[in-house]
């Protein structure tokens, strides 16, 4: 039976409920259930006109179709829905990782989307693994399209950001400040004399950890009365090793005296390095060179290069647990944020004091 003399007041408002069911949405639109589910099959019972008004609904309250609801009786998936940036990136397989760990012996399995750093993939994937209702889903960052938000907010499961700390956090995140992060190895880099720092980072915003770094990297040198600092964008996120060696080479062509060059990931200071021995410069007597993720390729390479550590494996395990406890408890803990740890790794890179050369 259609509702169309329902008062409107009494129809669902974006924002009122944080799971939406198919009934409600055809409160909103003003029409049965059945007339709902007929437009998501494409049935030629429902007009054109119908069918749009109860998909703007959709679009416009984060509903998302249940494929599950009509062949699972326990209303239970089985699995955790973790989306990475990319797959052949070591920190976010590390993250992989410790998720899997986390959830072992659990009866919960891990399914994994790869969002190439692109908003508008994350939304399709997130709409795509919310029809499969998962017990709960793990992102990576805290920047996501309108309607991925909705959807996220209105899916009634836990819900764990990661990597970064966002602003208005959705329900809980397990990260560090990208930021902060950077700033502490400008200061630190600071400390052992270097004073004209170079930045190699991503031409877009895709990578919004990537510009956070970048941020903390100007905001520093500034307030250590070293700015502005010569930065260099070079190549769409995530930057190769190869980009890394054709940014270093732009660099020095601008600024030929810098002193010490700062990277947004291990992988594009691998190959500023390995670009500055093919040119015959020494690192770090020529230039020094630092990255940011300790990739186990910064720790075997010659030299050994200079980073931020930020524990991926503990992010990825922190952040299941955290959905465990959610899912234990049947309580989820809105804008509950866990604090990951960072550190400096000093090596040879940066360390002009007897340390070996490339």
């Known amino acids: 039976m259609k509702n169309e003399d329902e008062p409107k007041d009494k129809r669902l408002k974006p924002g009122d409920v944080q799971k939406l069911t198919m009934a409600e949405v055809a409160k909103y639109v003003g029409v049965s259930a059945m007339t709902v589910s007929r437009a998501f099959r494409q049935d030629a019972s429902v007009s054109e006109e119908t069918r749009k008004r109860i998909m703007e609904a959709v679009d416009a309250l984060g509903y998302v179709l249940d494929l599950s609801a009509g062949s699972l009786s326990s209303r239970r998936s089985g699995f955790i829905a973790a989306l ?22 659990t009866g919960l399995q891990l399914l994994l989307g790869y969002t190439d750093y692109s908003a508008e993939k994350e939304e399709e994937l997130i709409e795509a693994m919310l029809r ?39 329900n809980q995140v397990v990260g ?5 992060a950077m700033a502490l190895l400008v200061r630190t880099l600071a400390g052992q004399g270097y004073r004209k720092f170079g930045y190699i980072g991503g031409t877009t915003a895709r990578d919004t950890r990537g510009s956070q770094r970048r941020s903390g990297f100007q905001k520093t040198v500034e307030e250590l009365g070293l700015g502005p600092g010569r930065m260099i964008s070079f190549g769409v996120p995530p930057i190769t090793m190869e980009q890394g060696g054709q940014a270093i080479v732009s660099l020095l062509e601008r600024w030929p005296d810098t002193e010490v060059v700062l990277c947004v990931s291990d992988l594009s200071a691998f190959g500023a390095i390995m670009e500055c021995t093919r040119r015959g410069m020494k690192v770090p007597r020529d230039i020094a060179v630092a990255g940011f993720g300790d990739y186990e390729i910064s720790s075997i390479c010659h030299p050994r290069i200079t980073t931020i550590n930020v524990d991926c494996y503990g992010i990825g395990r922190q952040a299941a647990a955290r959905l465990l406890d959610t899912l234990h408890t049947g309580e989820a803990t809105g804008d509950e944020i866990t604090l990951t740890g960072y550190k400096v790794v000093l090596r040879e890179s940066t360390d002009r004091n007897g340390a070996p050369t490339a």
């Open 84 to 105: 990475v940036p990319s797959i052949n990136n070591s920190n976010f397989s590390d993250t992989a990782r410790g998720m899997t760990d986390a959830l072992q012996n």
């Open 132 to 170: 499969r209702r998962p017990e709960g889903i793990i992102l990576t960052g805290g920047s996501h399209t309108a309607r991925a938000r909705r959807m996220l907010v209105k899916a009634g499961i836990p819900v764990v950001e990661t990597w970064e700390l966002p602003e208005d956090p959705i």
């Open 176 to 180: 560090f400040s990208n930021s902060e």
